[in-house]
Each structure stands twice: as C-alpha cells, then as structure tokens.
C-alpha cells in the first residue's frame, strides 16, 4: 500500500504511541492524516464513529482506555466498555464506508495468564488472561473475532497487533495509572530528590517482561499498515525479557540511586511472564526492533527529567 496515495485516520493520535505513528505517515508523506483528539470527538458514540471514517482510505485504531495495575483493578468496567465500543463501532463504520483497510492495536494483556513462552500468536485462545489484566485483555481480543467475521462476511481488510509493554519518552508518569517503568523512574527521582535511602515497589519483583521502544513499535504499526494484508494476528515485541526485579535495579544504576529496594508482596505481581515472539511479524513485514532496553530506559529517564526543569 502507497500511503502517499491515502486518507489515514489514526485514533489515539495524540495518545503516548499515536504521536510516534504521525510522525512515521508524516515521513512516508501519507496524503492526509486525520488525527481528533477525544475531546473533539468521543468514539464510545456511534454517531462520531460514522462521521469521522466518511471519506477515509485506512483506519490506524490506536485509541484505548489503559493504565498500569492500579487502574486495572478500580475501573475494569470503564476500561472494558470503553475498548469494546470504540473498537466494534470503528470496525462496523469501516465496513459500512468501504474503507480499504483497518489497522487495530491490541495489547499483550489478552494472553492467557499461563503460556508457552515467548507467546506465540496461535496461543492467543489458549486460556484466561492474568486476572487483573482480563477486562482490557478480553476487551481487545473482541476486535481480532470482529475483524475475522468481517473479513469473512464483509470482506473487510483488517489487521489486529497485539504489542508488548511500551514505553519511552513522552510516556504517561501520571502515578495512579501509570505502568511498570515509568512508576520506577518516578520513585527513583523522588527518592533521590527527597535524599532517601529506599523505595517501595508493588510485588515481589518476580514477574517478567518485554519491553519495546515506542519508537519500534510505530515503526511495527506503519509496516503493517504497508504491508500486511493478513487476517492472522502479529505480535509486536522485544524478545528481551527481563526480571521486574532486574529492570529495577537497571534503572536505579541509570539514575545513579543506591538504595536500598523494598518489594511490598501485599500488592498484585500481576501476570507471571510476558514476552512475545516476533517470528511473524519479522516474516510477513519486516519488522525488528532496533532499540534495546538500556538505551531505551537512558532515553526515557533523560526525557522525563529535561521535563522536570
């Protein structure tokens, strides 16, 4: 697909990963990138659905309702109704409007809680998700069975990427939703501005991880987008996996901290292992990393601390 050919409307544009993915279409010069913010228009109503798909080529689905473990557990209805409409609604319109392609993010959260590891695409219905997760899991696992019956009725051309843990500059360090690595980075700062010797972190540090760049991972959105007409799901990931305990201590020696780290097992782990193949992503598009995560975390910390001057 020759993107400076097509009408691209990109939900969540001005989300943590959409503001990562215009600049990709911008470098591809996409002919015209539509780009709303939630303010301006509210997806969860099927009116501003049907509005704002008239007249485009391809819909890159990047809006959500997420946040780290804490959000996870206060709000799963909001999280699930919130995925479950926009993604049903955008998917309808998109075939409604005889739009070419949709492009859907899903999250590595809809992997059943126990998997062969790394997780493999064919594993996706294999179990339940990890509890705390299964709300925003479920809610966008939804859209891989909705693409799937409309390609096959409808013969809509839609994708559905299922990424790993994201972060990087610009990330959400709000602390009540905030995920894994920038709640760590923000305990670290305060703790070496407040001349502490501790920080206290959620679990027991046993859990793992991968983690991609935000970079990468629009670099993966805007790939697919090109060039992956498929109706099997694709991962997107690292294939670097890490201890939280580890990532921890990483990210204290970055930030020069040399305290002493305190895990609180009254709170949630939260899934046990996480980390995703990305054989098929890599066969069908292309698609490798080229961030690893020390110099990811280094670009992270710098970019969150130029904020706090």
């Known amino acids: 697909m020759k993107l400076d050919e097509k009408t691209v409307l990109v939900t969540g544009g001005n989300g943590f ?4 993915v215009l600049k990709k279409l911008k470098l591809k010069k996409t002919k015209k990138i539509l780009a709303p913010t939630s303010k301006e228009l509210d997806l969860r109503d099927n009116e501003n659905c049907k509005k704002i798909v008239k007249n485009v ?3 890159i689905h990047l809006a959500g309702n997420v946040g780290g473990i804490g959000k996870m557990r206060e709000k799963p209805g909001d999280i699930f109704y919130d995925n479950i ?10 075939k ?3 739009v070419e392609k949709f492009v859907g993010l899903g999250t590595v959260c809809s992997y059943p809680k126990i998997s062969s590891m790394p997780f493999l695409e064919d594993s996706l219905w294999e179990g339940y998700p990890e509890e705390t997760n299964a709300a925003y899991g479920l809610s966008k696992k939804m859209m891989l069975v909705q693409a799937d019956a409309y390609r096959q009725q409808f ?3 839609s994708t559905i990427l299922f990424p790993t843990n994201l972060y990087g500059p610009t990330d959400n360090f709000e602390p009540t939703t905030s995920h894994v690595i920038p709640a760590i980075i923000l305990k670290v700062y305060n703790a070496l501005r407040e001349k502490s010797n501790k920080i206290i972190l959620w679990g027991d540090g046993s859990p793992s991880r991968d983690f991609l760049y935000v970079e990468d991972a629009a670099k993966g959105v805007v790939l697919a987008t090109e060039r992956y007409d498929n109706a099997l799901p694709v991962n997107l990931g690292s294939e670097e996996e890490i201890s939280i305990k580890e990532l921890a201590e990483l990210i204290c020696k970055l930030m020069g901290f040399n305290g002493e780290i305190i895990w609180d097992p009254t709170k949630p782990n939260g899934q046990p292992r996480r980390c995703v193949s990305n054989k098929r992503a890599e066969k069908e598009f292309g698609f490798k990393p080229n961030t690893k995560l020390e110099e990811g975390l280094k670009n992270t910390i710098d970019w969150f601390i ?4």
């Open 85 to 94: 409409m926009m993604g049903t609604q955008l998917i309808h319109q998109a």
């Open 17 to 20: 990963l959409g503001k990562f």
């Open 57 to 59: 080529d391809v819909i």
């Open 155 to 157: 013969g809509l051309n």
């Open 96 to 98: 409604e409007e005889g």
């Open 306 to 309: 130029s904020q706090q001057q």
